[in-house]
């Protein structure tokens, strides 16, 4: 069972659901609902503030990881959480 899965459902319902949304995806670039991407997305932890060396770094990553993303349904290999502005 995946660890964002309702409790009380078993792995057939949840294929079962998944299968049924991806037939209704379009178009393919966006998730499926029942895989629900935004329920977490990694430890709450506080970011350096925008313009030090390591916030520089992860942006060339992901930057590069973007180039390099194929097709378009593909999701890179990093991800930045999306903060409220300071």
């Known amino acids: ?3 964002n899965a309702p409790k009380g459902r078993t792995a057939a ?3 079962r659901d998944l299968d049924e949304a991806l ?3 379009f178009p393919a670039s966006d998730p499926p ?3 629900n991407p935004s329920s977490f997305t990694g430890a709450e932890v506080a ?3 925008d313009g030090t060396e390591e916030t520089r770094r992860e942006s060339d990553r992901l930057d590069e990881e973007l180039k ?3 097709p378009a ?3 890179p290999t990093i991800v ?5 502005p300071e």
Do not use: G, V
Request: proline share 4%; hydrophobic share 15%; glycine share 0%.
């Open 13 to 15: 319902e949840q294929d």
């Open 80 to 84: 930045r959480k999306h903060e409220k």
């Open 33 to 35: 609902a029942a895989t």
């Open 73 to 75: 349904s593909d999701t």
């Open 23 to 25: 037939e209704d995806t």
């Open 68 to 70: 390099q993303t194929f």
């Open 47 to 49: 970011r350096e503030k």
């Open 1 to 3: 069972m995946t660890p």
